[in-house]
């Protein structure tokens, strides 16, 4: 148990729809990241905040957006679904911004788009 | 753009066979590479962080080696246990933030 959890497991959806996972860093952690995983195209980053501050960002779609809130938890949107946004979702953290510490991943959110 | 491509995509042993992964990286001035072990539906799992060159780790059966252009995820006599996706990140020195660039992961099979 890596201490990121990570809210709902299991998400299945309509095309067009909205919905938001819900990510909680390790105790003490600042920096929350979240990143895709497909079957295709592996692990890829999208985003990164600290403090809840928009730190770096990948290649995330305009439909998706986060934020993180003075509770340090953090909330991927992600709107106007598509059959290809079907992917598990991974938050991480860290504990500091910018040196080289490790990301502890959460256990993910598996997102269904029919 | 940092990438990172691993080899073999996938690899089978038998219990108490040992070889090695590769994974090749390019990157703009290495910050670290990270290794993680991902069983299947779950979050990847932290093992190793290399600084530089010449850096070793090990844990348990696992160890892993750094140069400037790769590294090697050596597994000693491995057990089904180990049998999992292994993958490779990068973090760069001009990368913004923070972000982990990975490499598409070797899906390693133990038989008993």
């Known amino acids: 148990d890596s201490g990121v959890t990570q809210t709902p497991k299991h998400l299945i959806t309509a095309t067009g729809q909205r919905v938001t996972l819900r990510c909680s860093p390790r105790s003490g952690d600042l920096s929350v990241y979240w990143y895709q995983q497909s079957l295709d195209q592996g692990l890829q980053f999208l985003i990164q905040y600290y403090n809840g501050e928009e730190r770096a960002k990948g290649n995330i779609l305009e439909r998706f957006s986060a934020q993180q809130f003075p509770d340090l938890h953090s909330e991927l949107n992600l709107s106007s679904l598509e059959l290809g946004d079907s992917a598990l979702y991974f938050c991480?953290?860290?504990?500091?911004?910018?040196?080289?510490?490790?990301?502890?991943f959460g256990p993910g959110t598996r997102l269904t788009v029919l | 753009e940092d990438q990172v491509t691993q080899s073999p995509e996938a690899l089978r042993l038998q219990e108490g066979e040992s070889s090695s992964l590769n994974c090749s990286y390019t990157v703009s001035g290495l910050r670290g590479l990270f290794w993680y072990r991902q069983d299947p539906g779950k979050g990847p799992e932290f093992l190793f962080t290399?600084?530089?060159a010449g850096e070793e780790k090990e844990k348990e059966r696992l160890k892993a080696t750094l140069t400037k252009k790769e590294s090697f995820l050596h597994i000693t006599a491995p057990k089904p246990e180990d049998s999992a996706t292994y993958l490779c990140a990068v973090q760069g020195l001009v990368t913004s933030g923070s972000r982990l660039t990975f490499g598409e992961g070797t899906q390693l099979t133990v038989n008993p």
């Open positions: 290399l600084y530089s």
């Open positions: 991480a953290s860290s504990v500091r911004r910018s040196s080289t510490d490790t990301q502890y």
